[in-house]
């Protein structure tokens, strides 16, 4: 009998993804507070920590996600 391989462990600790942008036309207009829009940068405040103490936890992963993201960029 082989023995079995236990499949591959998730990523403990994967790399925050940023959140959706509204679309522009999903705003009614009509001085709604907070706005969808108030919300997105909230959410994009605490996206850029999440994504700073990732970076700390995970500094090789992170420089090669980093250059990664910058080759993908420049493609």
Not at 41 to 68: N, T, V
Request: charged residues 25%; contains cysteine.
């Amino acid at each position: 009998m082989l023995p079995m391989t236990p499949p591959p462990a998730p990523d403990a600790d994967p790399m925050p993804q940023p959140p959706l942008q509204p679309d522009l036309e999903a705003c009614c207009g009509n001085g709604c507070d907070p706005c969808i829009f108030d919300l997105h940068d909230l959410a994009m405040d605490e996206y850029r920590r999440a994504l700073r103490e990732w970076r700390q936890r995970q500094p090789a992963i992170a420089s090669g996600a980093d250059q990664a993201s910058l080759n993908t960029a420049t493609d």
